[in-house]
């Protein structure tokens, strides 16, 4: 285990790193398009077109985090559930679990701290409240189910296109796609979260707890079972890799694939 994770650690403090700067992506744009005191709110008074704003810098912060340096060092889980789900199918070593769980949650932390020093009380405004996750006005049940489908169908869109050759360069655009258009249409219901970490992240910060168990379970039901999905519909044999960029030059430590 320890030379795991003393060979590993780069990968590790990768995938810290997007999520963090996820977060303060996150907290950054969400003071933007929803703060009162900011002038984008005046030009944009409808929460669909706000959502819409928000949808988009999010999928573009996604893409830059899988296509970035950092992100194609640690294969972007940023996301303890897509890293169980790796390992379910055999593309995580047990030895690798903990690492990237655990970098996951301390960046969602470190990256939601960040953005508290740089946007003071505007990101504890009530409009923005760091960005927690919570159920929306349709309540416990519909939030739970909402989570379960968009995890869900995200999962299996990343295990399919990563699994056909001719579209795995794509796996984080389409991943980013669907992150937006979930911000835009599914956020009302349930905060679009998927991320255990990244609700706890907000969670810590802002002291809203409601509705936490939420974001540990839906996301895990929904992307385990698109991983059975995957299994009956593509077959164990898949060609399939952890990592949702490869490039030349870069180490994967989840296959063969441009080791070095």
Not at 102 to 121: H, K, M, R
Not at 190 to 199: D, E, K, V, Y
Not at 230 to 256: D, N, Q, T, W, Y
Request: glycine letters at 12%; aromatic letters at 10%.
């Amino acid at each position: 285990m320890r030379p795991r994770w003393r060979d590993h650690l780069p990968e590790y403090l990768a995938e810290a790193f997007g999520l963090g700067l996820f977060m303060v992506s996150a907290c950054g744009f969400a003071v933007l398009f929803f703060h009162p005191g900011s002038p984008v709110v005046q030009r944009l008074p409808g929460m669909f077109a706000r959502n819409l704003a928000m949808g988009l810098a999010m999928a573009l912060t996604l893409a830059v985090n899988v296509y970035g340096p950092w992100g194609q060092r640690s294969g972007a889980h940023l996301n303890p559930v897509v890293t169980l789900t790796f390992y379910r199918l055999g593309k995580v070593a047990r030895g690798d679990l903990p690492g990237y769980v655990l970098a996951q949650f301390a960046g969602a932390l470190a990256g939601t701290g960040v953005a508290a020093l740089i946007f003071g009380e505007r990101l504890a405004d009530p409009t923005v409240n760091y960005v927690v996750t919570v159920p929306g006005p349709s309540g416990v049940l519909v939030a739970l189910l909402a989570e379960l489908l968009i995890a869900f169908v995200l999962m299996l869109v990343v295990l399919h296109v990563a699994a056909t050759p001719a579209l795995a360069r794509y796996t984080g655009a389409c991943a980013a796609v669907l992150v937006g258009l979930y911000i835009t249409v599914e956020a009302p219901y349930s905060g679009m979260s998927m991320n255990p970490a990244r609700t706890v992240g907000s969670a810590v910060f802002a002291g809203t707890w409601t509705g936490w168990w939420i974001y540990f379970l839906a996301p895990g039901l929904g992307m385990l079972a698109a991983a059975e999905a995957f299994l009956r519909l593509r077959g164990p044999r898949a060609r399939l890799c952890a990592k949702l960029s490869h490039v030349e030059g870069v180490r994967c430590i989840f296959c063969e694939h441009h080791a070095g």
